[in-house]
């Protein structure tokens, strides 16, 4: 007990001495004797002429309690644990952007896919139509070829259509611009007529009419055309012409 | 107030527990810093700096490591040391040999009446070299017991039979 009131005993040993203590109050007792004696020889060695004051402690410990010490031991643990929060605020947010990019990327992919096959579509009639013009070009610049105008009838007076036939050849090309648009389920039939007697044999429907751009479309023609005409038939086509919807009429002049 | 709530008080930083600690204690360390670095200026500054390490260290006392005065006195004794070992101290050119705690008796009119001084003195007197050897080593240097059992070449039993009976010496005449 010596020993433990001047410190002098491992860790261990003074846990031993701390637990004897709370349980027998005599061997506390024991204890704060001998450290009573202690103090009072202890004391007694002081020189008299030596001072202090609480006071002078209290003022550097309150200023420390209102300044630094505290709150910047406060501080450093709050600094981590709010870096820490920080951090995964900024890496959520950074996920989260680079997710919404990854969406902004592949949605621009796919719109750019889609435009880039709009363009090959458009490429492609472009092409088509051209060919179309060239080939009908190169009808028109032929002087093999024989032209059939057709004119207006009585259902509408203002519409005209050509017929280029190619000397040799089966492929008519009927230039139809001056016709107007089909309405919708009518489709525009072309015939090849014998005029004595009167035969008409169908070559062929303008499909597709108000797409088409150019409005020049090919069709195989029957041999022994005298004249051409061109009615409104429901879709699909008829097997004879209503001749009460002829829209153009026209026949080849014998040279 | 009960000497085990005025820590807790204390360790829950409340200053008036601070003080009456310090109006209990403080002469104790004074003491004993005195007898280290031997100088009476050095002291009240060491002083203040062990009660201002003490409040912001309040924590790291547990009544299961041991005393309370002895937790003060270890860190006061800590701090006189520093304080012997540091530039300034050394430049000043104080004799900081060790002496027994027995001299500052004799070269200090210091028993003043709280203490029964001739008694002490008396006492201090009739102590054998041992005895005092002892008291110095283990109270005021704070030699661990395996320390003081090596520095005097004596087994540790027989050291702590005589502490016991130097301590029931002291007890008798200091307290009755």
């Given at each position: 007990m010596e020993l433990y009131v001047a410190g002098a005993l491992s860790e261990k040993e003074n846990q031993e001495v701390y637990d004897v203590m709370q349980q027998y109050p005599e061997v506390k007792a024991e204890v704060e004797e001998i450290e009573k004696a202690i103090r009072v020889l202890t004391k007694s060695m002081?020189?008299?002429?030596i001072s202090s004051s609480f006071e002078s402690i209290r003022r550097i410990i309150s200023k420390d309690e209102g300044g630094k010490v505290v709150p910047l031991s406060k501080g450093r643990t709050n600094w981590a644990a709010y870096t820490g929060w920080a951090a995964s605020v900024i890496l959520a947010v950074g996920l989260f952007w680079m997710f919404n990019q990854n969406n902004e990327l592949k949605s621009e992919v796919q719109s750019a896919e889609i435009k880039n096959a709009v363009l090959e579509k458009q490429i492609e009639e472009t092409n088509y139509s051209l060919n179309k013009a060239s080939e009908l070009l190169s009808v028109l610049r032929d002087k093999n070829r024989t032209e059939v105008p057709l004119a207006g009838q009585?259902?509408?007076?203002e519409a005209y259509a050509s017929v280029y036939i190619k000397d040799g050849e089966n492929t008519v090309y009927i230039d139809a611009l001056g016709l107007p648009d089909p309405p919708e389920g009518k489709v525009y039939q072309v015939w090849s007529l014998k005029?004595?007697?009167l035969t008409p044999t169908s070559i062929g429907l303008l499909e597709d009419f108000a797409t088409d751009e150019n409005k020049i479309f090919a069709l195989t023609n029957v041999d022994g055309s005298e004249a051409f005409g061109i009615t409104l038939e429901p879709?699909?086509?008829?097997?004879?012409?209503?001749l009460e919807q002829l829209y153009t009429l026209g026949a080849i002049q014998t040279p | 107030m009960e000497l085990e709530e005025l820590v807790q008080r204390f360790q829950q930083k409340d200053i008036k527990a601070f003080e009456k600690l310090y109006d209990m204690y403080a002469d104790n360390m004074k003491a004993v810093i005195y007898n280290i670095v031997r100088n009476e200026e050095d002291v009240e500054e060491i002083l203040q700096d062990v009660f201002v390490k003490v409040w912001n260290n309040?924590?790291?006392?547990?009544?299961k490591k041991g005393r309370f005065y002895t937790w003060l006195i270890n860190i006061s004794r800590n701090a006189a040391i520093d304080k012997t070992r540091s530039k300034d101290f050394k430049k000043s050119g104080q004799n900081s040999d060790a002496t027994f705690f027995v001299d500052i008796f004799e070269s200090h009119?210091?028993?003043?009446?709280?203490?029964d001084a001739i008694g002490i003195k008396k006492f201090v007197n009739s102590l054998t070299e041992r005895c005092k050897n002892l008291i110095e080593l283990i109270?005021?240097?704070?030699?661990t017991q395996k320390e003081v059992s090596e520095e005097i070449q004596t087994p540790l039993g027989t050291i702590k039979t005589h502490l016991r009976k130097c301590i029931s010496n002291l007890r008798e005449i200091v307290l009755n």
């Open positions: 002081l020189p008299t002429t009585t259902v509408d007076p005029l004595s007697p879709a699909g086509g008829s097997p004879t012409p209503n | 309040s924590d790291s006392y547990s009544p009119d210091n028993l003043d009446s709280t203490v109270y005021f240097k704070g030699y």
